[in-house]
């Protein structure tokens, strides 16, 4: 397993946005709230995505309103993950 300081800039990139679409995803579904500030603006473009009668872009419209709060939420959690290596195996959700 390697930590986020041991990934090269590339693998660094890759895990922030994958921290990003998990975020986004998890907000989407409903399985993650933010303090009152961020859940407003949240809130806010889901509101505009149901008024535009497009809800598929609710993730576009939440990067738009509040996207740099969501990145520094989907460093911090890079940062704090580990990687496996191309050799090991990973089993999840055993808690």
């Avoid at 041991?6 to 993650?32: D, F």
């Avoid at 509040?66 to 808690?95: R, T």
């Amino acid at each position: 397993m390697k930590k986020y300081n041991e990934l090269t800039e590339e693998q660094k990139k890759t895990a922030v946005e994958k921290c990003l679409t998990n975020l986004l995803e998890a907000i989407v579904e409903g399985a993650i709230k933010f303090n009152k500030r961020l859940q407003k603006k949240i809130d806010h473009a889901c509101n505009k995505a149901n008024n535009m009668q497009t809800p598929w872009f609710y993730s576009e419209y939440i990067m738009e309103t509040c996207g740099d709060e969501l990145k520094e939420v989907a460093q911090i959690n890079a940062e704090a993950s580990l990687y496996a290596e191309a050799f090991e195996c990973v089993i999840d959700g055993i808690a």
